[in-house]
Structures are given as C-alpha cells and as structure tokens.
C-alpha cells in the first residue's frame, strides 16, 4: 500500500507562486506515473498535470501550460508541482495521485491518492 502526502499549499496572491510536493511512503512509488488533480468548490475533481515513472513524459492541462511545471525525483519518493503566475481560478483543493500515463492524462489507481492540500489565490 502507498501513502501519498502532499505539502507546500496555503494562501498567495494572484501572479504568485508556490510549490507542491507529494511525498510517498510504504513502498516506492518509482515505477509509476504521478500527477496531481484539483477540485473546486462546486466542481468536479479535473486532471492538472502527469508524468511518467522516468520523468521523461508529461501531459498538462491546457488551463496550466507555461505556467506549472511538474518533476519528480525517485530517489526520494517524491514529485513536485510549481505553479507560477498564478490566478484565482486555480484555487482548489489539490490531490497528488499515482497511476498510469494515457494520452493526454493520468488514471490513477484507486487507493493512490493523497488527502489533498488547499491552494487559495487571492485577486
């Protein structure tokens, strides 16, 4: 079993910046695909950003190209997620997940997911 833990959310302003990290425990999570997805309030839970298990592939969002950049490092079980610039819509609750890589997101796996962390951005 894996346990996914996410960090680094909290409050910012728009044009900001902050940086997630999911960090894994109870077995390595190095041979599978990571990314993150986001709920706000309201709406369904959306596919933001993955990345394959070598680093190699990624697939983003088109509301976050050029501005989040997803990496991992498998040495230390964890995958990253830096959000510049920003905006107020991307406030929501942000969920760390593992899975498989299918063109043009990730599928995670049921029981991969974190507990979620808050991103708020202020106007």
């Known amino acids: 079993q894996v346990q996914l833990v996410e960090s680094g959310g909290g409050l910012v302003q728009a044009g900001g910046s902050l940086r997630l990290s999911c960090a894994a425990s109870g077995r390595t999570v190095s041979s599978y695909a990571m990314g993150w997805f986001r709920q706000a309030p309201g709406k369904e839970r959306e596919f933001v950003v993955g990345i394959s298990w070598s680093g190699g592939t990624t697939y983003y969002a088109d509301s976050v190209k050029g501005r989040f950049t997803i990496s991992r490092d498998n040495a230390k079980n964890t995958v990253y997620l830096q959000m510049n610039s920003l905006k107020p819509e991307d406030t929501a609750v942000y969920y760390c997940?593992?899975?498989?890589?299918?063109?043009?997101?990730?599928?995670?796996?049921?029981?991969?997911w974190g507990q979620g962390i808050q991103v708020t951005v202020s106007s």
């Open positions: 997940a593992a899975g498989s890589l299918r063109a043009p997101m990730l599928i995670p796996l049921d029981n991969y």
